[in-house]
């Protein structure tokens, strides 16, 4: 039902859309968002849907409303003050709420999937003859900058030497250097846990943490920011040795930690710099999509499996991504970005 009434959105041909019919329309359209749980389902509907027509939606709806105040000013030249005057109450009364869901102060503030969606289009170059997801081991810096670092192409890298120093990570471990005041928090991402904070989620309880049976999955994320707290993290982790010094200027490390069965929904980032992030213990699958306006020229998804020791390079600005935690152990990951 929800597919159904999706690609009707996407797919109109109607071309005498009026400002309350497209009012209307934006109220179930925002609906449809909000009752559709997973992302995929919403891609794959685009993916279908002629010309994808999503990307035209409120353009057409602007243009109207355009259309509409010029020939207002045309024809009522004389009472222009008092239109606009009345247009603008109706705009900000009326129309705005309803698309940038109650926030007055911005003309137009779409729902993060709806901003990815309208986004401006981007080359489609960093995916096009993209078969799979390349893997190499021991990367050096040079081959890593010449043909991933700026690309927009993902690599898994093996066998790197900075892992090495990263075998005692556990959960007890940042649960220890939290309550020592070790480490100290920027963002924290629940998912679709319970917990309300970083420190909730590593005081669960025990059985949950170890994994014992009966235990009900999680997964949750946080970053460390200030730079005494990621001198310390790097004492347990080092960055990648095919990073040169210069790159690593990004003073953010990103923790990911989840059992299996879990992970992170599909996303795409709004972060300064494309990412890297090393699986230190545990499995993880990563599921790539590629954007809108690459679907016709690109694959459609990518599917790789992360084991212990593997370091994934992805721009995540430009890549949808989800995760998921698979195997039997908990899984743990510390990233960042890099310039």
């Not at 090393?278 to 790789?304: D, M, V």
Request: glycine share 6%.
């Amino acid at each position: 039902m929800i597919l159904g009434r999706l690609r009707a959105y996407v797919e109109t041909e109607s071309c005498s859309v009026l400002i309350v019919d497209a009012m209307k329309a934006s109220k179930q359209l925002n609906k449809v968002y909000l009752e559709t749980v997973d992302i995929d389902v919403i891609l794959d509907a685009l993916l279908e849907a002629k010309n994808r027509r999503s990307q035209s939606f409120f353009k057409r709806f602007l243009s109207y409303f355009v259309l509409f105040i010029a020939i207002s000013a045309i024809s009522g030249s004389n009472h222009w003050n008092q239109i606009s005057d009345s247009l603008h109450q109706v705009w900000q009364n009326n129309i705005a709420p309803f698309i940038s869901g109650g926030y007055k102060q911005c003309a137009v503030a779409l729902p993060d999937f709806f901003e990815d969606v309208l986004r401006p289009p981007i080359n489609c170059s960093f995916c096009i003859g993209l078969e799979s997801i390349d893997v190499v081991s021991n990367l050096s810096i040079e081959t890593f900058e010449k043909e991933y670092a700026y690309t927009g192409r993902p690599v898994v890298v093996t066998n790197d030497q900075s892992i090495r120093q990263s075998a005692s990570f556990s959960f007890q471990l940042f649960k220890n250097l939290s309550k020592a005041h070790r480490l100290k928090s920027c963002q924290y991402f629940p998912y679709k846990t319970e917990f309300d904070t970083l420190e909730e989620a590593l005081n669960m309880d025990e059985g949950r943490s170890n994994l014992r049976p009966g235990y009900v999955p999680w997964y949750i994320g946080w970053s460390i920011c200030e730079l005494k707290y990621i001198n310390r993290l790097k004492n347990y982790v080092a960055i990648p040795s095919f990073l040169s010094p210069e790159s690593d200027i990004k003073q953010t490390l990103w923790i990911f930690m989840g059992t299996p069965g879990h992970g992170a929904p599909m996303h795409i980032d709004k972060v300064g710099y494309p990412s890297w992030q090393t699986q230190l213990r545990g499995s993880k699958k990563w599921t790539l999509r590629t954007p809108l306006e690459c679907f016709f020229k690109c694959k459609k998804h990518y599917e790789i499996e992360m084991e212990s020791g593997f370091i994934i390079i992805l721009d995540t600005n430009i890549w949808y991504h989800k995760t998921e935690t698979v195997g039997d152990d908990i899984s743990i990951t510390v990233g960042g970005e890099y310039n």
